[in-house]
């Protein structure tokens, strides 16, 4: 539950930080380079209102001065309801952030001055994204002229249309939470394994059968039991089929959005290599960019339009 620093830079101008549900991630930054970085298991899934300043501060202390105080622009569920403070999601269409929509934090310790970037909202059908928007930012502070469909996968996977600098609509997956579920706590997590392995043809294979059979996913779920007990189904061929279906039901889902063009991918990197391989077995394009890059890139943007600094 420490925090792990990885060095202490002398004069950082801000900090950047990525506060999700389970880790809290902070870089201390010159302009738009990271000189540090932290890092620490106290999400905000386990904090109450009154420790998110006294956490913070433990994980950035070293990176603190005695004078001026530092710009700390955060992203991520620490905006949401049950966070540091509220701030109120921004409705579509729009960019991806809004100025005007941040909200500042007042804190005891003087050596810190707090903006937290808000999420986006959409009315029909109604979905929510709270942390992704500042990856989208980034994206186009990297890429101005982009446009087309991002796909953010993770614990709630977000696919994304961009079009002219807005999103313009998005939908949520519950794929990777329904995998963790499946995997840790159904009578399946008896017969997969960690997954930590490159994933082998089941992965393949179950991306074409629930292709062909999306109604059957439960039975399909089912079999992969079945399989261990009576095939002799292998743990880590186990885990491949329960990725393969449940990935492959997000992208069938998704083909509407991908089946014209190339789908951008922003994650982790294993996780981004395993959405890229069903695209393109699926017969799509897929490209994956450096997920703490485009955060960075769009906590910067955050960074330069509240300083007025927009060369």
Same mark, same amino acid.
């Given at each position: ?5 990885? =060095?202490?830079?002398? &004069? ?56 001026? =105080? ?40 003087? %050596? ?21 928007? *500042?990856?989208?930012?980034?994206? %186009? ?23 002219? $600098? ?5 939908? *949520?997956?519950? *794929? ?11 009578? %399946? ?7 930590? =392995? ?43 089929? %329960? ?6 039901? &997000?992208? &069938? ?13 922003? $994650? ?24 703490? $890059? ?18």
């Amino acid at each position: 539950m420490g925090v792990v620093n990885d =060095a202490a830079p002398a &004069e950082p101008q801000w900090i950047a930080v990525d506060w999700g549900t389970t880790n809290l991630r902070a870089w201390a930054m010159v302009g738009d380079q990271p000189l540090a970085t932290a890092k620490s298991a106290r999400g905000m899934g386990t904090l109450s209102r009154e420790e998110f300043e006294p956490v913070l501060i433990e994980t950035i202390g070293p990176w603190l001065g005695r004078g001026q =105080a530092l710009p700390v622009v955060a992203c991520g569920m620490v905006g949401a309801r049950q966070g540091w403070i509220e701030v109120p999601y921004v409705s579509l269409p729009s960019p991806p952030i809004d100025i005007a929509a941040m909200r500042s934090v007042e804190t005891r310790n003087r %050596l810190i001055s707090v903006t937290i970037v808000h999420g986006l909202s959409q009315g029909d059908p109604p979905d929510v994204m709270r942390g992704e928007e *500042t990856q989208l930012a980034g994206l %186009l502070a990297l890429e101005p002229r982009f446009e087309g469909i991002v796909c953010l996968p993770g614990t709630h996977s977000k696919w994304v249309e961009i079009r002219r $600098g807005r999103v313009e609509g998005f939908r *949520t997956f519950l *794929t990777g939470e329904l995998f963790d579920l499946i995997a840790r706590q159904s009578v %399946l997590r008896h017969v997969v394994d960690d997954g930590s =392995a490159p994933a082998g043809p089941d992965f393949e294979q179950a991306l074409d059968e629930i292709a062909a059979d999306p109604a059957g996913l439960t039975g399909q779920l089912f079999s992969i039991r079945a399989g261990a007990l009576v095939a002799g189904l292998a743990p880590r061929a186990a885990n491949d089929r %329960l990725s393969g279906l449940l990935i492959g039901m &997000e992208v &069938e889902a998704s083909r509407a959005l991908w089946a014209s063009g190339e789908v951008t991918l922003i $994650g982790q990197a294993e996780l981004c290599a395993l959405y890229a391989r069903a695209i393109l077995h699926r017969g799509g394009r897929a490209r994956a960019v450096d997920a703490t $890059g485009c955060t960075l890139s769009g906590l910067n943007a955050v960074r330069c339009a509240l300083c007025g600094d927009f060369a």
